[in-house]
């Protein structure tokens, strides 16, 4: 379903995707003004597809997400369109969001210490999606969802099913978020920042898991992080944003050997590597990304870009093909 | 279903001397006014003509004396508890199931809803309480279900505040959104949620508006529109005590030294079980 980098063909894309984010704007009204997080940003996920999406806080990576989800706050405006599995659900009310959120289409978040209802044990939490969605019983709803940390490598799930979140450490509740997530047998996972909130052993583990089970269900995931080495440890396909737009999209491989846009490659830069560890000062990016309040004009990363030229400060670089291998938005790309 | 809230709350108000012993004293003045008649050979409302407003003693059967019309004050007294704790619950239980829904949709839902729901709580809470009744009364005519209805339809303003406060900040905790996100309609995450997530600060409240409802029945039959002769609260015997206060002073004390110690340990067990809820604050 992926040959090559046809999967992230711009706009009329193909409706295999499980997912298809279509000139995406979201914008936030604020008494001082508009505020926009995401502007014009056209996406794709294939079917089984792990797509990686990197970007500073504020690029707006979550939020194209949170819209897809209808999760956005309630002054914020999203426009363009959003696919899942051929039909359109941005803009839905909530019932029938409902009918695939939380069964077809999932989401995991960042901070799996608050994610779980305090007073429910594990397992009513668990139960509670099955009979919310299918109407299972009780009974065959806490079978199921045993199984379903059985198949997240919980260790002694009998048990966990009768404690309560804080009795589980933070990289168990997050396995009993995937678990949750997966009851519904999703065809695309959302991860937004699954493993920031982890240290670093159980971030392995979280991504070690979430690699086998992509496989074992054949889902797609989509991995939103500010980490580039979590990224790169289970994405098939990298999309860098910055200030609100895709400024960058290739095959991870492809991505992480060779950055064409300069913002990935100096985020690449940014990433500790043992080599370099003599190095007395942690490489980082100067100065700040753009007030998104303030109006566009010409490329967001111009100011902080090192082979910004004149051009770059008055015309806007729309996204384009270079060479059939990566998208990018950039006058002066960097050479493979 | 939530034990682990409860479990610790009761730990913590086990250690705690004082609402142990308030709780304590609430069970026996309970238990003595449903069980206590039972031991005196007198009537609720038989007249002992021999014994008229008789003082408290052993030499005859009226064991706290008598009043005016030669009513055993210990039954009576009993029986009057039994009204104003009735009053007290069953109001209390009005105001708490009317404040917890109001108050828990108003928040979860928020925007424009929350501001006509909350406008309509300011409306209603700018009525006097007093003319309130007095209209009930005067409409539906006086009786004790009436006084239920109408005190806890009062009470239930100020519940529904503090709920839709705690739900509010509820609605935007992770487990409220990944609730949203793994597809639960709203009125399952209302209930399910955020509902039980506020009844602790709520059972708070509710145990220390009993007493305050209790006082205000009182209030109210002091002033002629609660309880009606023969029937009587514990407010109406204070009422009829305070007429006799230089004659026969005992008519006063005893009601009025029944209500003071359960609304003293109401008040001492409600603060305890606000601390035991408050695990934080205790750390």
Partial sequence: MRPGGAGISPPPADAA??????????????????????????????????????????????????????LLAENARARGSVRFEGAEILGLAPHPLNRVRGSRLTMIFQDPMTSLTPHLKIGVQLAEVLVAHRGSSWREAKREALEALERVRVPEPQRR??????????????????????????SLLIADEPTSALDVTVQAQIIDLLRMLRVELGMAV??????????????????????????????AGDLLRSARHPYSALLLQCVPNLRDARLERMPCLPGQPPDPAAPERGCAFAPRCPRASERCARERPALRDLDGAAQVACHHPLSP | MNGGLWHGAWRRLRANPAAVAALCIIAALVAMAFVGPWFSPNEVEALDWSHVASDPGMVHAHWLGTDRLGRDLYVRTLAGARVSLAVGLVASAVSLSLGLCYGAVAGYVGGRTDHVMMR???????????????????????????????????GWLTMARIVRGQALSLRRKEFIEAAVASGASSARIIFKHVVPNVLGPVIVYATLSVPQIILFES??????????EPHASLGTLIAEGAGEIEAAPWILLVPGVFLTMLLLCLNIFGDGLRDAFDARERR
């Fill in chain 1, 17 to 70: 995707a499980a997912l298809c984010v279509t000139n995406l704007e979201v914008s936030y009204a604020r008494p001082d003004g508009t505020v926009a997080a995401v502007r014009d940003v056209s996406l794709s996920v294939g079917p089984r597809e792990c797509i990686g999406i990197v970007g500073e806080s504020g690029s707006g990576k979550t939020q194209v997400f949170m819209a897809a989800m209808g």
């Fill in chain 1, 161 to 186: 099913l009768r404690q309560y979140p804080h009795e589980l450490s933070g990289g168990m509740r997050q396995r009993v978020m995937i678990a949750m997530s997966l009851l519904g047998r999703p």
């Fill in chain 1, 222 to 251: 989509a991995l939103i992080s500010h980490d580039l080495g979590v990224v790169a440890g289970l994405a098939d396909r990298i999309v860098v944003m910055y200030a609100g737009r895709v400024v960058e999209s290739a095959r």
């Fill in chain 2, 120 to 154: 309509i709580i300011e409306i209603l809470s700018g009525l006097p309480l007093i003319f309130f009744v007095i209209f009930l009364t005067v409409l539906f005519g006086r009786s004790e279900s009436l006084l239920f209805v109408s005190i806890g339809a009062v």
């Fill in chain 2, 219 to 228: 209030f109210l039959s002091f002033l002629g529109l609660g309880i009606q």
